[in-house]
């Protein structure tokens, strides 16, 4: 055969609508495996025989797990292969179901729920970075953003509410079966649909990097959860004395490498800072005052885990709707950011009052606002994590992002409930939405700074 007569290879294109559908479903799985324990705390406890720390280990496990991995399974996707992370990730999440919904005891539940966190990372990051490597511009990029935040605000919906439903006719762990099975065939899914996907100029492994940043969130976040019992006891100060040797050691390697897991660069791009600090103003102000919003009803009104759950699910559902119809919104993704906040800081002035006498018009509204405000900043923060990177580097992009967002909440959580013991609900809503109305500068404020991009404007 001469070289004329040589087949033309063209380049197969992915079905759009077919990834969309599959890294979609990875947020909205990870959500709702996240959110469950929110109202099953007594029942999983009572069942697993667990103690106040064990409870407070059940609600807060995954969340070890998830920051602990977030960023560097970002960067081993960008690396080594997206699609090859994300079926790890899919796979070791239904196997890690599994053994939490088999578990026979606190610790082998808590040991679950952390690898099932790892899992979660590893989707969370591939389906953003597959998202952004598929559609790199313009409205496809737009869509697949607001997908992705509306899947995360569809999840915290969906998980308490399916775990509320099953609990009575087949028991505190029958959402973990269904998690598990949906897990597999999102593996399974994976395979016959996502393209495979790297960065151009992949980097060798960051060993160093990586040991360092896991071992030293997983510290930090260990720290945080058994601060609860109490913040100067000796275990908890040395794990964040821990936390902050390794921490350290992590920023030290990276200024060292030439191709770092986390480029020390990226804190100069004025959208990277608006992407983390946003990140983890949401965690503080809007997921760790929603998660204790649940407690304080079922305490203080009486109100049945499912009712609980049904009034989170209102809000998180406005949330999705919102997130879907964000694309049609022709603003830069740090004024949408801002608008975000700002909806949520209305909605929780307009709950003031309602946990101690109830009224649904009142919550209703509250709730229906903030909830729009947590789905606009869910898909401005889903723009910035892949705008705020290189185009190659998007899993690392959502992995910085959602690393930010969980350790806000997992900060905010123990802060809100201090909040709440010792001043009321309405003080913890006063000081959240005054913290998420002054993030709300921060947008302006960076597009007026030294460090302000040409043609990369927040």
């Not at 087949?7 to 990875?26: E, M």
């Not at 569809?154 to 598990?180: C, D, H, S, T």
């Not at 151009?200 to 990586?210: A, N």
């Amino acid at each position: 055969m001469t070289v004329a007569e040589a087949p033309v290879q063209v380049p197969v294109r992915p079905k759009t609508g077919a990834v969309l559908a599959v890294t979609g479903v990875a947020p909205l799985l990870v959500l709702m495996n996240y959110s469950t324990p929110l109202i099953m705390v007594p029942q999983t406890a009572a069942h697993l025989g667990a103690g106040a720390s064990g409870q407070v280990w059940i609600m807060s496990s995954i969340s070890l797990g998830l920051a602990a991995l977030l960023l560097v399974a970002g960067g081993l996707a960008d690396d080594y292969g997206r699609r090859r992370v994300f079926v790890i990730g899919a796979a070791l999440l239904a196997a890690s179901s599994l053994v939490g919904a088999a578990a026979p005891d606190t610790l082998v539940f808590v040991l679950a729920r952390i690898v099932q966190g790892m899992a979660s990372a590893a989707l969370l990051v591939t389906s953003l970075g597959i998202m952004g490597h598929t559609f790199p511009t313009g409205h496809g990029r737009l869509r697949a953003t607001g997908l992705y935040g509306a899947m995360m605000g569809a999840g915290v919906a969906v998980g308490p509410l399916l775990g509320g439903a099953l609990e009575r006719p087949a028991g505190w762990n029958a959402a973990y079966w269904i998690y598990a099975l949906a897990a597999a065939l999102l593996a399974l899914s994976a395979m016959a649909f996502l393209p495979e996907s790297r960065a151009e100029r992949p980097r060798r492994l960051d060993l160093g990097g990586v040991i360092t940043l896991g071992l030293g969130l997983a510290a930090l976040l260990a720290a945080i959860t058994e601060g609860r019992a109490g913040w100067f006891r000796g275990p908890v100060v040395t794990l964040f004395g821990i936390a902050a040797m390794l921490i350290g050691a992590f920023v030290a390697i990276e200024n060292r490498r030439r191709q770092p897991l986390l480029e020390p660069d990226l804190f100069r791009r004025p959208l990277f800072l608006l992407a983390t600090v946003g990140a983890v103003i949401q965690g503080l102000a809007v997921i760790g005052l929603m998660s204790d919003l649940s407690t304080v009803l079922e305490r203080r009104q009486a109100f049945t885990p499912l009712t609980a759950a049904a009034a989170i699910a209102y809000w998180s559902s406005v949330a999705f709707l919102v997130s879907l119809q964000v694309k049609k919104v022709r603003l830069r993704p740090g004024r949408l950011l801002a608008a975000g906040f700002l909806s949520t800081a209305v909605g929780d002035l307009l709950l003031l009052g309602v946990t101690a006498r109830w009224s649904w018009p009142q919550a209703a509204a509250g709730l229906l606002i903030a909830g729009a405000g947590y789905g606009i900043a869910n898909a401005a923060l889903a723009r910035l994590a892949l705008d705020s990177v290189p185009a190659d580097r998007g899993s690392v992009g959502s992995g910085a992002n959602n690393t930010a967002r969980y350790i806000g909440s997992a900060v905010g959580v123990p802060i809100v409930v201090a909040v709440v013991t010792a001043a009321g609900f309405d003080t913890a809503l006063w000081i959240c939405a005054g913290l998420l109305a002054l993030a709300a500068g921060l947008p302006f404020l960076l597009q007026k700074s030294r460090l302000q991009e040409p043609g990369n404007p927040a």
